[in-house]
């Protein structure tokens, strides 16, 4: 069978298509990078989202170059796989924060071992055993929460976007995978939003005036529990605008709405054009800047990743480290507690900061630890960077080219090994390719991610031996 599908809502009530869809039968195999399911029809691979390996599914598809791209029109057959997703957002509003709720958690563990496997084969051209995957939580593990508030009106609607429509938000009511704090300091903030007693940020105007923004961004952390009471607080960060005159009123009416919330920063969009007699943000920068810089939102995995890592660095026995795309420091810190000389490389400001604050914590301990605030390519051009070991823990693109390009130069082969941390296969898979140089001794992967298709992987590499 091989028709055109109906125009407008279908099965599933997805937005409608312009460009033709064909209608089939699929069995889904696999779940690819990304958490879609993928079958085969007539040779052609398509990926569908929201399905499980072993759903026989009836779906729209639209058919590119390569591949297809298709929409669940009904489940005809369920996999023994699929379970209830426990978040009501994940079917009603098809929320993009989650894509496997819908399957089992061993499933999703499987998946993500084999999706890491796979694209090392595939893109990589590297063969490995299937990798162990560390787990811990399924819900309730975020300590970050990242949400888009859109005006409607004189009032404002917070959520996230449908997996399968980026112009839209839905509101958000609660999130399965956030810590409980994080949802309910998110419940405090959405009846200040609706009471609308203060404004939010808007654009400065050369007359003095205000205009309204349409969409500013919220993030909520969960902030270390106080010795006092140890439980955890949560720091509020307003991203966008370049002016709000109602900014500490805002600000006292959402930490009386909850006590959890310990601080409420703002981040505005071109800070350099504001004159400097209209900037109430100055003396929150810091702290806005802390709170929305990169960490991990798994705090327990996390902590083990980092185990891992270290005792990965360790076992080369190095006395010099090269730790690229340092953080806050966390990594760097802990080596030169052991003795070990490192020089840790940040391009984020905040970031390098934190990391130079906790080498001087050391004293003597770091005597030849340093940091350089850059960009991790133009560090390796520029400095004198010897070291045995290289940790490189890049952003979602993976590697600069230049990276690879001075790892695998000649001068390099004083370095023993490469601890590289990912969290996307695909590029650290393309990264490998470019390291013909390194064989891989293991792969890890952690479970920091539940319910989604993502996954962290270490990956520790050692010259190739001639």
């Keep these: 069978m091989n028709r055109r599908a109906p125009r407008g809502r279908a099965g599933t009530g997805h937005r409608p298509t312009r460009l033709p869809e064909s209608v089939q039968v699929v069995t889904i195999d696999r779940i690819a990078a990304g958490g879609d399911g993928v079958g085969r029809t007539e040779g052609l691979a398509v990926f569908v989202p929201r399905t499980a390996p072993g759903d026989v599914v009836q779906v729209a598809y639209v058919t590119h170059a390569r591949h297809g791209r298709g929409r669940v029109l009904q489940v005809l ?5 699929r379970v209830a997703p426990e978040c009501v957002h994940y079917e009603r509003d098809r929320c993009g924060g989650c894509q496997l709720q819908h399957l089992s958690l061993e499933a999703q563990r499987t ?29 309730e593990y975020r300590s970050r929460l990242s949400l888009t508030l859109r005006r409607r009106g004189t009032s404002w609607v917070g959520g996230l976007h449908p997996h399968d429509d980026a112009t839209r938000i839905f509101p958000l009511e609660t999130c399965r995978i956030a810590h409980p704090a994080l949802v309910a300091v998110w419940t405090a903030v959405r009846a200040v939003l609706r009471a609308g007693e203060a404004a939010l940020p808007g654009v400065a105007l050369p007359s003095g005036g205000v205009s309204p923004v349409e969409m500013l961004r919220l993030h909520l952390r969960l902030d270390a529990p106080d010795a006092a009471d140890a439980s955890p607080g949560v720091s509020v960060v307003i991203e966008g605008g370049t002016a709000w005159p109602e900014e500490r009123r805002w600000a006292d009416a959402v930490q009386q709405a909850d006590d959890r919330i310990r601080g409420v920063w703002w981040t505005p969009d071109r800070v350099a054009d504001i004159p400097a007699t209209a900037r109430p943000v100055s003396e929150y920068a810091p702290q806005a800047q802390e709170a929305m810089a ?3 939102v798994n705090n327990d995995l996390a902590a083990r ?16 480290v090269l730790d690229g795309y340092a953080g806050s420091g966390l990594l760097s810190a802990r080596l030169a507690a052991a003795g070990v000389a490192v020089v840790a490389v940040e391009a984020d400001r905040a970031g390098a900061g934190a990391a130079a604050a906790r080498l001087e914590a050391l004293g003597e301990q770091a005597a030849s630890a340093r940091v350089v605030c850059d960009l991790m390519e133009e560090a390796v051009g520029t400095l004198d960077l010897p070291a045995e070991v290289v940790v490189v823990n890049p952003p979602r693109r993976g590697l600069h080219p230049d990276v690879a390009l001075w790892l695998e130069a000649p001068a390099q082969r004083a370095v023993q090994g490469i601890v590289y941390v990912s969290c996307d296969p695909a590029t650290l898979a393309r990264d490998l390719a470019r390291l013909p140089s390194w064989q891989v001794g293991e792969v890890r992967c952690f479970d920091m991610f539940p319910q989604t298709a993502h996954v962290e992987t270490v990956c520790v590499l050692r010259r190739e031996i001639a």
Excluded: C, K, N
């Design 77 to 81: 057959t369920p996999s023994a796989d």
């Design 294 to 296: 990169f960490a991990q």
């Design 111 to 139: 998946a993500r071992r084999h999706i890491v496997q796979d694209t090392l084969a595939r893109i990589g051209r590297r063969t490995v055993p299937l990798p162990m995957l560390e787990y811990g939580a399924a819900w």
């Design 305 to 320: 990743l980092r185990d891992f890592v270290f005792g990965a660095v360790q076992a080369f026995g190095p006395s010099r």
